[in-house]
């Protein structure tokens, strides 16, 4: 496993110094049924990483009068949006949390809707626009 971690770190590292883009992540905190506000406990946090932006295709059964069967089609048409941070190099953001929110150089804002770990060095935000 040595190998595959040495293979890790030295991909990664080029990887970020290629196409990694500066970005602060804001801690939130939500009640239940509020909106979500700045975490006071929980400073912001600055990190380098890889923003990701592709395109998604939602296929929505079409329900068909003619009783020919139900044809899938991409009626809506969206975009996926990942960001995606070494957590060896920035450690701090590991206390990412889902609802935080996380703004990038370029002043957009996106919301962090999942956290998911790799299961080497680097973890995954899954964003979404809508804040």
Do not use: C, W
């Amino acid at each position: 496993m040595a190998l595959f971690d040495r293979l890790d770190r030295m991909t990664s590292s080029q990887v970020d110094r290629m196409y990694a883009v500066r970005a602060t992540i804001d801690g939130m905190q939500a009640t239940p049924n509020g909106r979500p506000k700045p975490d006071p406990e929980r400073r912001e946090i600055h990190v380098r990483g890889i923003f990701d932006q592709a395109p998604a295709y939602a296929e929505i059964e079409q329900g068909k009068r003619d009783r020919t069967g139900n044809d899938l089609r991409a009626l809506v048409s969206g975009a996926d949006f990942t960001f995606s941070i070494d957590i060896k190099r920035y450690p701090a953001a590991a206390s990412a949390k889902q609802g935080d929110v996380i703004t990038l150089d370029d002043a957009r804002k996106f919301r962090i809707s999942s956290v998911r770990p790799d299961g080497l060095s680097r973890t995954v935000f899954v964003l979404t626009t809508k804040l």
